[in-house]
């Protein structure tokens, strides 16, 4: 579904870039119209058309997205809408999360150079960074089912930036290395990075069976449990190959009894 629009060609971009996979925008729950055009702008300039909306406040098409586009007009026809975060990156490999806030959340925290320069070395690997809105950005819900955080380094006196300026300066980074890719490092033969939806199905199997044994069982601890074991699988950049063995994991200790020696 939202894949279809990652290949990007030349012919179509203007930015005469050679097709190839390109980094997922995710807005969640943007609140302004003229926003979203004006981000929509920013990823055309940078040769990136996936854009992902999650609950857009104002609802979807918005007539003054496309005012603000300045002719990024095919970034906002091919726009998906998603109901969820888990659905808006369901299909993605890696996830990096966009922030300036502090945040009590043990997470790798990278530059949007350090960034870009990964999504380039990830070769087939699909990525995509999430932007949160206007307002509050994003949670740390959110944030726990991303790789890692991305924090540009500004004025730390001041570093308010619109949502537009900030897809802007990731997608820069991204685009510049357009003739500087890495050659691909080294990667496992047999198995790629696990998507979302598999990490997701992960999660969800290993917390209802610790909510059967009773781990979670205080109820004001729970989310931040669940956002810290989230979190540790996370920083292990899965393959589907691990995911797998851990869901078996799971299921042998939670099925077969307990053998003694």
């Known amino acids: 579904m939202a894949g279809t629009n990652r290949k990007l060609a030349a012919s179509k971009s203007g930015a005469g870039a050679a097709a190839e996979?390109?980094?997922?925008?995710i807005l969640i729950e943007?609140?302004?119209g003229e926003n979203i055009g004006m981000v929509a702008r920013a990823m055309l300039n940078c040769g990136l058309t996936d854009l992902r909306l999650v609950r857009p406040r104002d609802g979807w098409p918005n007539s003054r997205?496309?005012?603000?586009?300045s002719g990024a007009d095919m970034?906002?026809?091919n726009a998906k809408i998603y109901e969820t975060t888990e659905?808006?990156?369901?299909?993605?490999?890696l996830v990096y999360a966009a922030t300036a806030r502090d945040r009590d959340i043990t997470k790798e925290v990278v530059t949007p150079a350090q960034a870009a320069t990964e999504?380039?070395?990830?070769?087939?690997?699909?990525?995509g960074i999430l932007f949160g809105g206007e307002a509050m950005g994003l949670n740390n819900d959110d944030i726990a089912l991303t790789n890692k955080i991305v924090m540009v380094p500004l004025n730390p006196g001041f570093t308010s930036l619109n949502l537009s300026q900030a897809v802007l300066l990731l997608a820069y980074e991204w685009f510049k290395l357009a003739d500087q890719t890495p050659a691909a490092e080294l990667r496992m033969k047999d198995s790629q990075l696990a998507d979302k939806a598999e990490l997701i199905g992960l999660f969800e199997h290993l917390e209802s069976e610790l909510d059967a044994r009773g781990?979670?069982?205080v109820k004001e601890k729970r989310p931040v449990m669940v956002q810290?074991?989230?979190n540790a699988f996370q920083r292990a950049n899965m393959t589907e190959q691990e995911v797998r063995t851990f869901r078996g994991i799971i299921k042998s200790l939670t099925t077969f009894p307990r053998t003694e020696d």
């Open 21 to 25: 996979n390109t980094p997922a925008i």
């Open 30 to 32: 943007p609140q302004l």
């Open 65 to 69: 997205a496309t005012s603000t586009a």
């Open 75 to 77: 970034v906002l026809k």
């Open 87 to 93: 659905a808006a990156i369901g299909d993605l490999n």
């Open 119 to 127: 999504f380039r070395r990830s070769g087939s690997t699909i990525c």
């Open 215 to 217: 781990f979670l069982r």
């Open 228 to 230: 810290n074991i989230r």
